[in-house]
């Protein structure tokens, strides 16, 4: 047996309708030996019935009725496959309606996007907003796959003006790393193994990029640990522990700690230091993000759900900052809506106070607006009913993220992005 | 404007290599597993601290042992603050439920049963033609839900198992019929899960949604999670049906023409006797089970489970009806 795959790298697809992203997805599985016999015969006997003559790959992971139906993909399906080198999750987002919604959550968690463009089309309205996305949630990579590049006629140029094109706007964008392949998802041309039917492309196959980036970069900002769960057994303690153990419970979002290390509490400003750390029943002298831990303090203080323990003098909570919404919901925001606001593990009210702008994502720049709608991106100032300790998001991907939620019936309304 | 985030960053590309700048940055030690650990009981310490009345459903099934032993892990050293839920079948294998209930005794849990074989007795289920007994565990289920004014539910599904379970969100919402609408899911956005809900739904929560059946094994190995011995190698008497071996027992009997062999088997997955098929294996330690699953060419579902072979959709249905 070989050993465990080290590290984990987690991707997000994404593309326009017809771009043949669940063919390039299910080429990626079935290339690299992850779709097993019982799946294949599955996809197999059901291409066979349909009157196709080879396997239908994209069947693989359209999954639904409705997919299979309508030969379309309607909701992110999860994937997992490994190589010798590592191990990946696949989160396969759908390009039609709802692309933002589907993309913005395939993409809010990702080490990498891989981008899919019609050679034959090239870089379209859906391309830019994707793009945009990506460069808004700051997914570390993007891999732009010009597919159906064995339908052009002269692959190599077609190819050169695509990818040009792409840079342009991911330069515009401030996205720093955005490479480009030549694939036909189709025949497999450059997705797992090089082709032979691009002779003028001499980068490497679209698994071999996924396997070579770097991931698993910690979030090496200032502690943070918001705090989920105050474990306090009293009465009912396990395993020979102190009766009057009091432990908080929660992940690590970025940072350090260690035990002897001053924290200091959120909203409250209180400070204390590490006691002792403890990973289940196990106790550990170092945590590190993004490891969920149990803390215990040598003080006594007031500290709950929501609470935020942070390195000494590195973070200030606020009641009004601005942020960018991806607006993901049917209805409208407007301003005056009052809303729910989770940030971390604590839920606040929240006033949106104005609206500023709306991105135009033809020209990539922004106009005034009075409403933001379904697939909207746009700027908003916010006062919310206690303080937060957020950061700016192009500091952090976890104190400067937030979700706006319906108080009626708790349905998340927004993806909501600190700006300052 | 924050769109453009940061214009230091300048890009440098090269369209005809794919080469891309170096990115530097400090990398984690942490491994897979412990990633993934780090996410389960991130999940079922947040539905604890957000939600009133949790359960947990446990089954003594491998998925749902891992998953209550991060359950322990996550509140330690208090005890689990919540019950655990089966629906029984009536067709479960007797050592998977003396497990369960050795299980439930060892962690001081309050354990909640609730029986098909009830349902069938009083009329409110009919047995099925083919005496499989999984799809008839919705409406239990659902029942035993609302009964403990259960709002999270905590289940061991995991999206590598089955083409419907991997459209599934962490956190998923259930509506006043505890039925699944797929195409209709709230985004789930970086860590910030919401199970927020109104009276009359509930939410289920999948804190294994990102593990494999192979790191479901290596975790079990690298933190010594004992099983029921049904999932090791052993002796049993077996038959061949649907190209699965079924155990011999009261509820599944040979039918004509059906050989009765005595073969080294183990079980990959541990449901209903009547449509839970063994595989040959000699299997007979943790280590070698890590060392099969990852050599295997066949799914888990696929190798041993006669209900998921009833239709394409098969799960799906179940799911939207609000099934595990």
Known sequence: MSAAPATLLRLATAGSVDDGKSTLVGRLLHDSKAILADQLEAVERVSRDRGLTGADLALVTDGLRAEREQGITIDVAYRYFATDRRSFVLADCPGHVQYTRNTVTGASTADVVVLLVDARKGVLEQTRRHLAVAALLRVPHVVLAVNKIDLVDDAQSTFLTVAAEAHEVALGLGLSDLRAIPVSALHGDNVVDRSTSTPWYAGPSLLEVLEMLPVGEVDDGDLRLPVQVVIRPQGAVRGGADRDFRGYGGRLDSGTLRVGDPVEVLPSGRRSTVRRLWLGDREIAEAVAPQSVTVELDDEIDISRGDVLAAVGTAAARREFSATLCWLADTQLRPGSRLLLKHGTRTVNTIVRGLRSRLDLDRLDHEPTDALSLNDIGVVDLLVSEPLPVTAYAVSRHSGAFLLIDPSDGNTLAAGLVAD | ?324
């Open chain 2, 1 to 324: 404007m924050s769109l453009t985030l940061d214009q230091s960053t300048r890009a440098r590309h090269d369209a005809t290599t794919g080469e891309a700048p170096e990115v530097s940055g400090r990398h984690t030690s942490l491994s897979q597993l412990d990633h993934l650990e780090a996410e389960a009981i991130h999940v079922i310490r947040e539905v604890v601290g957000e939600l009133e009345r949790p359960v947990l459903l446990f089954s003594g099934g491998k998925d749902s042992v891992v998953m209550l032993h991060l359950a322990v892990k996550a509140f330690w050293p208090a005890p689990v603050p919540f019950p655990v839920l089966h629906v029984d079948t009536g067709h479960n294998f007797p050592e998977v439920l003396a497990f369960r209930d050795a299980t439930v005794e060892r962690l001081g849990l309050r354990l909640v049963v609730e029986k098909v074989q009830d349902w069938i007795d009083d009329g409110r289920l009919r047995e099925r033609a083919d005496g499989t007994r999984n799809p008839l565990q919705t409406q239990p289920l659902l029942h035993a839900i609302a009964q403990g004014r259960f709002d999270g539910v905590f289940g061991g599904g995991r999206r590598d198992e089955e083409k419907a379970r991997a459209k599934e969100r962490i956190v998923s919402l259930r509506d006043d019929f505890g039925q699944w609408d797929p195409r209709n899911q709230r985004p789930e956005l970086w860590h910030l899960l919401n199970p927020r809900h109104r009276a009359g739904q509930h939410v289920r929560a999948f804190p294994l949604s990102n593990w494999t059946e192979l790191d479901v094994w290596r975790y079990i190995e690298r933190e010594e999670i004992a099983l029921p011995e049904l999932y090791y190698a052993h002796e049993r008497d077996v038959f061949r049906r649907d190209g699965m071996w079924l155990a011999v027992g009261p509820w599944s009997q040979p039918r004509e023409g059906e050989q009765v062999e005595r073969r080294v088997v183990r079980y990959r997955t541990v449901g209903d006797m009547s449509c839970t098929g063994a595989v040959d294996s000699p299997a007979a330690s943790v280590a070698e089970v890590v060392a099969e699953v990852a050599a295997s060419t066949l799914t888990e579902r696929g190798a041993t489970r006669a209900d998921d072979r009833l239709s394409e959709a098969a799960m799906e249905d179940r799911k939207k009806e609000g099934y595990f």
